[in-house]
């Protein structure tokens, strides 16, 4: 039996595309999240964040393989159990009510003809058996949380804003108190207000529900207002791991540093750069051609 004193540890992760399975997109992945701790994952586009995130959720689409790697979760009731190994079923019971995901576009994930409140109810009813007046009661109480007014479970996606419909995606991903919240650029798309009160949100609720949280996002202000522990990818691979004072304040990989170098400071004196390569070899630095920041 595998021993963690952790609520998720993912140990040796490795993915490849079926039909090339010797090219890596995610690389020897391992790092653990605490109960009540955030655990940012910061890289540029195509580095494997959003890959290593659905690998816990067992959410790998079908042309993808996991090739080597244990996902470790603390399922409170069930013990620490390996995700990789159970059936489709089992995690589709974890899924939703112990492990939660907020993906990145509210639109997609939320089904245009039904109303939100149903949406948020849900879950509720498949996990937890609420019906009736005890369900109408929790999913008012779920947009209350969220800042909607819970009148607003009768409107349909599209009659709410973007900011509104990511916080609607919040109130699901919540609803049956997951132990684990994945949330994948879940604030990319919203204006910094919005933003600021999404990342407040989802702190506090981090604390009161003694929740862990799996953070992907391109952004360090972000990770400097929510972080606990910081992951740096690069490539499929980690090139960096630390507490977030270590990764912020004292980088030791080029890349990390070479990341941060790019980050604007509040006064605007720094401009905006290119993330700067001169640490790779010259003959791999073609190969980047997307900028994260
Ligand atoms: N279904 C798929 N089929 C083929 N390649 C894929 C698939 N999904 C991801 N990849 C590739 O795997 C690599 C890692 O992708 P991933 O989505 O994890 O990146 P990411 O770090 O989340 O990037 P972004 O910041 O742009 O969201 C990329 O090179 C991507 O093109
Ligand atoms: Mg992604």
Redesign the pocket.
């Known amino acids: 039996m595998t021993v963690t004193t952790a609520l998720l540890q993912l140990e040796h992760v490795s993915i490849a595309?079926k039909k090339t399975p010797s090219r890596l997109?995610v690389n020897n992945v391992s790092f653990a999240i605490e109960a009540g701790k955030t655990t940012c994952v910061v890289?540029e586009?195509?580095?494997?964040?959003?890959?290593?995130a659905l690998s816990v959720m067992g959410l790998l689409?079908k042309?993808?393989q996991l090739i080597t790697g244990k996902v470790l979760f603390n399922d409170g009731d069930a013990g620490v159990q390996d995700l990789t190994l159970l059936d489709a079923e089992s995690l589709r019971k974890i899924r939703g009510a112990k492990i939660a995901m907020i993906f990145q576009e509210p639109m997609t994930s939320l089904n245009p003809v039904l109303t939100v409140g149903y949406q948020i109810g849900e879950s509720l009813t498949t996990h937890l058996g609420l019906k009736g007046d005890a369900l109408k009661i929790k999913i008012a109480s779920l947009l209350e949380m969220v800042g909607i007014p819970p009148s607003r479970a009768n409107s349909y996606p599209d009659e709410l804003s973007g900011g509104q419909r990511q916080r609607v995606m919040i109130a699901m991903s919540i609803a049956c108190e997951p132990r684990l919240l994945i949330a994948d650029e879940p604030t990319t798309a919203l204006d910094v207000t919005v933003q600021a009160q999404i990342l407040k949100l989802l702190d506090a609720l981090k604390t009161r529900m003694n929740m862990g949280m799996l953070f992907i996002t391109?952004d360090f202000g972000v990770v400097a207002d929510i972080a606990d522990n910081v992951v740096v990818m690069f490539r499929g691979e980690i090139v960096e791991a630390g507490t977030k004072d270590q990764v912020l304040n004292n980088p030791q990989h080029p890349y990390t540093k070479a990341l941060l170098a790019c980050v604007p400071d509040a006064e605007g004196k720094k401009p905006l750069k290119p993330i700067d390569y001169a640490w790779l070899p010259e003959n791999e630095v073609a190969q980047n051609v997307q900028v994260a920041l």
């Open positions: 595309l997109l890289g586009s195509g580095s494997g964040k959003s890959l290593t689409s042309q993808l391109h």
